[in-house]
Structure formats: C-alpha cells, structure tokens
C-alpha cells in the first residue's frame, strides 16, 4: 500500500483591502520511513518543485520538470 500525503497550508499576510495574496502549500509522506515518495511544495505562481530529501521541499529545491 502506497504512504499517504500530509499537506501543510500557509497563508501569507493579510493586504491592505483583507485579502490573502500569497501563499505556500507542502505535501509530505505521512509515514517518516516513506523514502521512495517526493516531496512537494509550491506557492501562488503554482509552480511545484519537489525533493527527494527527507525534509520538506522549499522555494529552492528545483521543479518538479526537471
């Protein structure tokens, strides 16, 4: 059976007028030991980068095209 995802949302601030422009969103295993699964982050240009690192992706890692 396959290791499910835990996903992480975080909004950015508030703007001026109340609203949430920007964002980031992380998908993990949820099973620690899950070593064979990516792991996911993207933000508000939607643009989802991964690693296969036992750590959650970041703004750093490279997309997930590569």
């Not at 422009?21 to 064979?36: E, F, R």
């Not at 508000?44 to 036992?54: Q, S």
């Amino acid at each position: 059976m396959g290791a499910a995802y835990t996903f992480t949302y975080t909004p950015g601030p508030l703007n001026s007028v109340g609203e949430i422009t920007t964002y980031t969103l992380t998908a993990v295993p949820s099973d620690a030991g899950c070593t064979d699964w990516n792991r996911n982050f993207t933000e508000e240009t939607g643009l989802i980068r991964w690693t296969h690192e036992n750590r959650p992706a970041t703004a750093q890692d490279p997309p997930i095209s590569q």
